[in-house]
């Protein structure tokens, strides 16, 4: 068996209660292997990046994320720079990390992944100096819609992303935004500006099909304005992956980006609620930054 030291770092409210209800079938099974493990449960936002950073100087090999993006997303911010591997336990509302990943979206299969699993070197997203992400970074009506998601009290998962989608399909107003990268720059009303370390966002939209998690670039998908009820007809488009080639919509894959608009932008950091910086700011691609348990095959 594995001789790694576990630490699982577990976000009990993540998927609308889902990881309260499946944790304790997880810490049975956890129970019955011949491995050293602790564990910390998580109860303010934020706080899993400190918790992340206190496993690595108790000398954990093996952090893992029990909840959501969110959680996956703080975890790994504690992370960079330590010489640790990042597993994942899936338990929130769009979980569109391990869709890139392979991981399984069962909790005891991922658990075996986190046991048994290989290790992968993946690329991180870096925005201005200080906040990282793993997934991607939403500005516009994908930023709306996360936040519709955390306020509903009964839909989950992939039914609640798209529930608010369509509502937000009718209301959400465009904003003009800059962009500009080496060769490279547009302005654009968008509707939705996506910088992506990955595919998915808004559980299970493909909005930057593209993306490559370890290819050292970010994609940059910004997606113009549309007419009201031609909005509601291109959203399977973007759910599909099939809409970077209309010509509303700006794709481009760089190094970094720099981003800059006049108006106030609403803005998600892996689906959870981000306030960006002010004035123009560089979002960038920082190379094999992290290392992560994925299935073997």
Same mark, same amino acid.
């Given at each position: 068996?594995?001789?790694?030291?576990?630490?699982?770092?577990?976000?009990?409210?993540?998927?609308?209660? /889902?990881?309260?209800?499946?944790?304790?079938?997880?810490?049975?099974?956890?129970?019955?292997?011949?491995?050293?493990?602790?564990?910390?449960?998580?109860?303010?936002?934020?706080? !899993?990046?400190?918790?992340?950073?206190?496993?690595?100087?108790?000398?954990?090999?093996?952090?893992?994320?029990?909840?959501?993006?969110?959680?996956?997303?703080?975890?790994?911010?504690?992370?960079?720079? !330590?010489?640790?591997?990042?597993?994942?336990?899936?338990?929130?509302?769009?979980?569109?990390?391990?869709?890139?990943?392979?991981?399984?979206?069962?909790?005891?299969?991922?658990?075996?992944?986190?046991?048994?699993?290989?290790?992968?070197?993946?690329?991180?997203?870096?925005?201005?100096?200080?906040?990282?992400?793993?997934?991607?970074?939403?500005?516009?009506?994908?930023?709306?819609?996360?936040?519709?998601? *955390?306020?509903?009290?009964?839909?989950?998962?992939?039914?609640?992303? *798209?529930?608010?989608?369509?509502?937000?399909?009718?209301?959400?107003?465009?904003?003009?935004?800059?962009?500009?990268?080496?060769?490279?720059?547009?302005s654009v009303d968008c509707l939705s500006l996506g910088i992506a370390n990955g595919k998915y966002c808004g559980g299970g939209f493909m909005l930057a099909p593209r993306a490559v998690i370890d290819d050292g670039l970010i994609d940059v998908a910004a997606i113009g304005d549309f007419p009201k009820l031609e909005r509601l007809y291109r959203l399977p488009q973007a759910r599909a992956g099939k809409h970077i080639n209309l010509p509303q919509v700006r794709y481009h894959q760089a190094a970094?980006?720099?981003?800059?608009?006049?108006?106030? *932008?609403?803005?998600?950091?892996?689906?959870?609620?981000?306030?960006?910086?002010?004035?123009?700011? /560089?979002?960038?691609?920082?190379?094999?930054? *992290?290392?992560?348990?994925?299935?073997?095959?």
């Amino acid at each position: 068996m594995p001789t790694e030291k576990y630490f699982l770092i577990v976000n009990l409210i993540a998927g609308r209660g /889902r990881c309260k209800t499946t944790f304790p079938k997880v810490k049975q099974a956890l129970d019955r292997l011949p491995i050293e493990y602790d564990l910390h449960y998580t109860n303010e936002p934020l706080e !899993a990046v400190d918790v992340a950073k206190m496993g690595v100087e108790a000398g954990f090999t093996r952090i893992a994320a029990m909840g959501g993006d969110g959680t996956v997303n703080e975890v790994a911010n504690g992370l960079l720079g !330590a010489n640790v591997t990042l597993g994942v336990i899936p338990a929130g509302t769009g979980n569109d990390f391990i869709r890139m990943m392979g991981i399984p979206s069962d909790p005891l299969a991922a658990l075996d992944v986190l046991i048994h699993g290989k290790e992968r070197s993946i690329d991180i997203g870096q925005v201005a100096e200080d906040r990282y992400f793993v997934n991607g970074l939403g500005i516009g009506i994908d930023a709306q819609v996360a936040r519709d998601v *955390l306020a509903m009290q009964k839909l989950r998962g992939a039914p609640a992303y *798209l529930y608010a989608a369509v509502k937000e399909v009718f209301r959400f107003p465009a904003f003009a935004v800059r962009l500009q990268s080496e060769g490279w720059e547009a302005s654009v009303d968008c509707l939705s500006l996506g910088i992506a370390n990955g595919k998915y966002c808004g559980g299970g939209f493909m909005l930057a099909p593209r993306a490559v998690i370890d290819d050292g670039l970010i994609d940059v998908a910004a997606i113009g304005d549309f007419p009201k009820l031609e909005r509601l007809y291109r959203l399977p488009q973007a759910r599909a992956g099939k809409h970077i080639n209309l010509p509303q919509v700006r794709y481009h894959q760089a190094a970094e980006a720099t981003i800059a608009s006049e108006e106030e *932008l609403i803005a998600h950091m892996d689906g959870e609620p981000y306030k960006l910086p002010s004035g123009p700011f /560089r979002v960038r691609a920082v190379p094999h930054a *992290l290392r992560v348990l994925v299935p073997n095959g």
